[in-house]
Each structure stands twice: as C-alpha cells, then as structure tokens.
C-alpha cells in the first residue's frame, strides 16, 4: 500500500458522529455473529483508501474520493447473508472491516480476515475508539 498523502488523510471523526457510529458497528458485529466484539475503533477517510486498506489488493473505480468511515472490529464473525455459491461454507473470520457512508451510515463495503498484518489505522487518519462510547451506554 502506497503511503497516503494528507488529503488522502480523513480528519478526526465528529463527536456528534460517534455514538451512532458506534451503535450501528456493534448492531453490525451482533448481526455477524458476535454481540461483545473485543474491539471496534473507526477512522475517517476517502472510499478508495478505506476500500485498499481493509481489502488489501481490492481496488474500486466508482466514489473512490467519497469520504467515509473505516470500522476494524475484532471479534468472532461469521458473513450468513454474503453470496457464496451452493454449499460452500459460511465465510468466518476475527477481522471485519466495514466501509460506513457517513451521511447514512449504511454499510457500502465489507472485508473479513482470519489475520490482520495491515500498518496501523492511523495511517489513514486519527482513529476513534468506538467501545468507550459503547462501554459507557452513551447510545
């Protein structure tokens, strides 16, 4: 991954934004297996980064430069509602990364690893942890 440059750069997460971010990305964890995931911290950034980020190799062409936010959560996930074809096994993973759209806070992209050997998140930005809004009830 190339070394992002500062307009490549999200600012911080707005304080206003975080209690729902944070109670959508667990609502997400619980819907993907698991409802206590051990760690959910977040970043803003644009699409095209967020995308080859948490999709290491994955590139997309449309709404690259859209500003989003990038959610890691570690935990036990498991993907029932992702097309697989006939029989094969449910995807599994402990790494989820979901690309959020920050007006609507609607899911836009999703990657699941067992492994995560990605630099820090704060390559692309300050990072929000999402836990201590939901630790502390505050949604």
Same mark, same amino acid.
């Given at each position: 991954?190339?070394? /992002? &440059? *500062?307009?490549?750069?999200?600012?911080?997460? /707005?304080? *206003?934004?975080?209690?729902?971010?944070?109670? %959508?990305?667990?609502?997400?964890?619980?819907?993907?297996?698991?409802?206590?995931? *051990?760690?959910?911290?977040?970043?803003? &950034?644009?699409?095209?980064? *967020? %995308?080859?980020?948490? @999709?290491?190799?994955?590139?997309?062409? +449309?709404?690259?430069?859209?500003? %989003?936010?990038? =959610?890691?959560?570690?935990?036990?996930? &498991?993907?029932?509602?992702?097309?697989?074809?006939?029989?094969?096994? =449910?995807?599994?993973?402990?790494?989820?990364?979901? =690309?959020?759209?920050?007006?609507?806070?609607?899911?836009? +992209?999703? @990657?699941?690893?067992?492994?995560?050997?990605?630099?820090?998140? @704060?390559?692309?930005? /300050? =990072?929000?942890?999402?836990?201590?809004?939901?630790?502390?009830?505050?949604?």
């Amino acid at each position: 991954m190339n070394k /992002p &440059s *500062a307009a490549d750069r999200g600012g911080q997460i /707005p304080d *206003a934004a975080v209690p729902e971010l944070a109670r %959508v990305a667990t609502d997400f964890a619980a819907r993907h297996g698991d409802s206590h995931p *051990a760690s959910i911290t977040a970043v803003a &950034s644009r699409r095209g980064r *967020a %995308v080859e980020y948490a @999709s290491p190799g994955n590139q997309i062409m +449309d709404r690259r430069d859209d500003p %989003v936010y990038l =959610v890691r959560m570690q935990g036990e996930f &498991s993907l029932f509602d992702m097309p697989r074809p006939h029989l094969a096994p =449910v995807p599994t993973g402990r790494f989820l990364f979901v =690309v959020f759209d920050p007006q609507t806070l609607g899911s836009m +992209d999703i @990657s699941l690893s067992s492994s995560d050997h990605r630099p820090p998140m @704060s390559t692309l930005g /300050p =990072v929000t942890d999402l836990m201590k809004d939901a630790e502390a009830g505050e949604w």
